[in-house]
């Protein structure tokens, strides 16, 4: 039996078949990525957000914002974040997979 509801994968399934949505989602992969290794060398430090910021000198409201992916960091930001969790800042490139 059904709920009446739509499970969110349903939704972004639908989603991805617009090119220009597609497009968009896409280029924020970037910004995923980055996110998603902040707090996974934060959560490998056993580290809280507070923490980092106080190892950082910063506020936690700046973690978290670094960690929501809704700011560009500085190379100089990322290497404290580093330098705060115990990790090191490794930066590389690698070839477009786009045609």
Same mark, same amino acid.
Do not use: C, H, N
């Given at each position: 039996?059904?709920?009446? #509801? =739509?499970?969110? #994968?349903?939704? +972004?399934?639908?989603? *991805? ?5 597609? +497009?968009?989602?896409? +280029? *924020? ?9 902040? =707090?996974?060398? /934060? ?8 923490? &980092? ?8 409201? &700046? =973690?978290?914002? *670094?960690?929501?992916? #809704? &700011?560009?960091?500085?190379? #100089?930001? *990322? ?17 477009? /997979?786009?045609?």
């Amino acid at each position: 039996m059904s709920s009446g #509801r =739509i499970a969110m #994968r349903d939704i +972004a399934k639908e989603w *991805l078949k617009d090119p220009e949505f597609r +497009a968009e989602y896409e +280029a *924020l992969g970037p910004e995923f990525a980055l996110a998603s290794a902040l =707090i996974e060398a /934060r959560s490998r430090a056993r580290m809280t957000q507070a923490q &980092v910021a106080e190892a950082m000198g910063t506020t936690q409201a &700046v =973690i978290a914002r *670094l960690e929501g992916g #809704r &700011v560009k960091p500085s190379t #100089r930001t *990322l290497e404290r974040f580093a330098k705060a969790t115990g990790t090191r800042l490794r930066i590389r490139f690698e070839p477009d /997979r786009t045609p």
